[in-house]
Nanobody
Framework: QVQLVESGGGLVQAGGSLRLSCAASGRTFTFSSYAMGWFRRAPGKEREFVAV????????NYADSVRGRFTISRDNAKNTVYLQMNSLKTEDTADYYCAASPRLRAAVAGFSANYYDYWGQGTQVTVSS
């Protein structure tokens, strides 16, 4: 069993920054064997892909809506993936979820939620105008 716990959400003004973290754990879980993704769900909307990072961290991919503003990274020694969010906009308001995929190899395919076996409970991000 794998547990993913997000943190770092909160209320921020437009133009501000937040850094989300997702700590992974599990008795037989090897963090470096999983690609990690971030998704979000805004109120009244469908869940959407935000960013993904491959197992080694060598490759990333982003949704067009966040590219250039958000940065995904990981620390395999700490079993943690991060999402640095800069220049936040009101439309970034959502619940943010991290997810782990044992099968995903190419970051370009990471937009598909079907690859991910494990999901966190989410952390809320609210961007005020």
């Amino acid at each position: 069993q794998v547990q993913l716990v997000e943190s770092g959400g909160g209320l921020v003004q437009a133009g501000g920054s937040l850094r989300l973290s997702c700590a992974a754990s599990g008795r037989t879980f090897t963090f470096s064997s999983y690609a990690m993704g971030w998704f979000r769900r805004a109120p009244g909307k469908e869940r959407e892909f935000v960013a993904v990072i491959t197992r080694s961290g060598s490759s990333t991919n982003y949704a067009d809506s966040v590219r250039g503003r958000f940065t995904i990274s990981r620390d395999n020694a700490k079993n943690t993936v991060y999402l640095q969010m800069n220049s936040l906009k009101t439309e970034d308001t959502a619940d943010y979820y991290c997810a782990a995929s044992p099968r995903l190899r190419a970051a370009v395919a990471g937009f598909s939620a079907n690859y991910y076996d494990y999901w966190g409970q989410g952390t809320q991000v609210t961007v005020s105008s």
